[in-house]
């Protein structure tokens, strides 16, 4: 162990070299030209083809906008949120908070539209993403009634079905890159009458991620004082803040850029030493279908766990054994990966990467994507939850304090920046690696409202899991009560029966933990 660790340390060192003395040199030949490139073509959309296009797309925007959103083909990189609300319900409030809030909201200092963008869609140009102006907008396009019947009634079965079925359908050509779906009466899965009402929101990636969704329904809500999420914190290492003076702000940065090499170093020997998940997804090759479309969501396996979790459980277990809530939660997915997945398997990898996306402070009031993501490097072998536990928590801390989320930032800023067939061959790689994919999202702590109607639940879904090999996990918490949802292509997940022992493995995992690793 002693000797890995050594060899580890060489490697990293080593590579901290190459990177300073070879890697970024040849790296800043390849992308200046590129960059030169793009603004070019900036340059020519903005005096030539100003009529035909709005504004280029934001790098980290058009990083999640590189299949062909309008065609079906490949990959549909939408997000998907599903509101149980207290009825009966008022559409014509709901559009109204849609409009004031959303689509009409204007800048205090300037007076320009604020989301412009959901007014628009998306066009490529020379290998570019730019928004462009959809003239004859009308909220009830994109507000409206599920098949325009009011009287429309569902269970939430049906429900998951159809996120999951909307999630990989192509978008309009003729409309913005969003839409809210009311489903007026929810009913039990007996059929009985229910005082509930859903509205189901999907929206490509490309104009916002789940955080800043989360603001707007923030301001969408009659008590947005009480409708707390996940707020950004600081994970650039206090760069964003501007120091009392130019000399502290100058040798802040040139401290954090000499730790860059080498964190960097040890992060890419960690994954260069990942094992993959072959012998799970080789399994899973029988199981393979090629569809297209909505279609693909026939190969794509998503269950929620039917039992909550109760956030007071969480603070109990990570005060039992001193560590985050995040590292409990994440400690439980691995546990859980390991005796479910591999539960059959003769081999399992010694480690794997949890990748989960970190708010940043930069993040401002409009719908757009301002994220990092955070990679961390846990134990799969490890069958005691406590050690695994410790693990977790101390490589949690590890990331926060470290560069690499910056780093993150600023690579996907620059990998957004490249033309489309670049983009896409980067995405296409992080889609097929062994990772799981954690998104946390804690929702209002009490009880609060979406346009005048009591918030009862929300649910997230991610549209990216089809012919990828990345497993899915999604969080999401209200008023102290946690749900999981777990999604993946049969390849990886390979049956709804492999998927329902993920969560009960979950929920084992944590039952075991607040007893003090005493399960009776």
């Known amino acids: 162990m002693r000797n890995a660790s050594f060899i580890r340390r060489v490697l990293s060192i080593s590579l901290s070299i190459l990177m300073v003395l070879v890697f970024l040199p040849l790296l800043l030949a390849i992308l200046i030209p590129i960059f030169i490139y793009r603004e ?33 083909q490949g990959r549909i990189h939408s997000t998907a949120c599903f509101l149980t609300l207290r009825g009966p319900v008022n559409i014509a409030k709901i559009r109204q908070a849609f409009t004031k809030y959303a689509v009409n909201r204007r800048d205090a200092k ?6 412009p963008e959901l007014q628009q869609n998306v066009k490529y140009w020379m290998g570019y993403p730019f928004w462009r102006h959809l003239p004859g907008f009308d909220i009830r396009d994109v507000v409206h009634m599920y098949q325009n019947d009011e009287n429309f009634t569902c269970t939430e079965a049906f429900v998951e079905e159809l996120t999951k079925k909307l999630m990989f359908t192509p978008f309009p050509t003729n409309k913005p890159l969003w839409e809210a779906i009311i489903l007026p009466h929810l009913v039990s899965e007996d059929g009985e009458k229910t005082s509930k009402f859903g509205i189901l929101i999907r929206s490509h990636h490309v104009l916002s991620d789940g955080f800043n969704m989360f603001r707007t329904f923030q301001k969408m809500s009659d008590k947005g004082e009480e409708f ?51 012998n799970i997804h080789e399994r899973g090759i029988g199981l393979k279908m090629d569809l297209d479309g909505s279609h693909r969501a026939e190969r794509v396996i998503t269950k929620r766990a039917q039992k909550l979790q ?26 859980a990966v390991r005796n479910s997945i591999f539960r059959q398997s003769s081999q399992i990898p010694h ?35 406590v050690s695994r536990l410790l693990g977790v928590h101390e490589e949690l801390e590890k990331v926060k304090a470290s560069t690499l989320p910056t780093v993150v ?27 799981i994919m954690v998104s946390n999202l804690a929702g209002p702590k009490g009880k609060s409202d979406v346009a005048g109607h009591e918030l009862i639940s929300y649910k997230m879904s991610q549209g990216g899991p089809a012919n990828a090999t990345v497993l899915g996990v999604c969080m999401s918490s209200i008023q102290g009560k946690l749900q999981i949802t777990v999604s993946a292509d049969m390849q990886t997940l390979h049956s709804e029966e492999v998927a329902d022992e993920f969560l009960d493995s979950f929920a084992q995992e944590l039952e075991y933990l607040k007893k003090g690793g005493k399960l009776e």
């Open 40 to 72: 070019i073509i900036f340059a020519v959309v903005k005096f030539w083809k100003w009529d035909e296009f709005d504004s280029p797309v934001a790098p980290l925007g058009a990083l999640q906008v590189s299949e062909d959103i309008y065609q079906g």
């Open 110 to 115: 300037t007076g320009k539209l604020v989301n």
């Open 228 to 278: 707390n999420f996940i707020k950004p914190r600081d994970y650039f290492n206090g760069l964003t803040v501007k120091g009392p003076s130019r000399l502290e702000t100058l040798v802040k940065w040139v401290k954090f850029v000499s730790r860059v090499p080498s964190e960097l170093g040890e992060a890419l020997v960690d994954l260069a030493l990942n094992e993959t998940w072959d």
């Open 310 to 335: 109760d956030v007071s459980d969480i603070t109990k277990i990570k005060n039992t054994h001193g560590v985050s809530g995040t590292a409990v939660l994440y400690s439980a997915i691995t546990g």
């Open 351 to 385: 480690s794997t990467f949890i990748v989960t996306p970190f708010p940043v402070p930069s993040a401002g009031e409009k719908l757009e994507n301002s994220f990092t993501l955070g990679y961390l490097n846990v134990e799969l072998a490890n069958p005691d939850p």
């Open 409 to 435: 930032a600023v690579c996907m800023k620059l990998s957004g920046c490249l033309p489309r067939s670049l983009v896409h061959f980067i995405f296409e790689r992080s889609a097929n690696s062994s990772t």
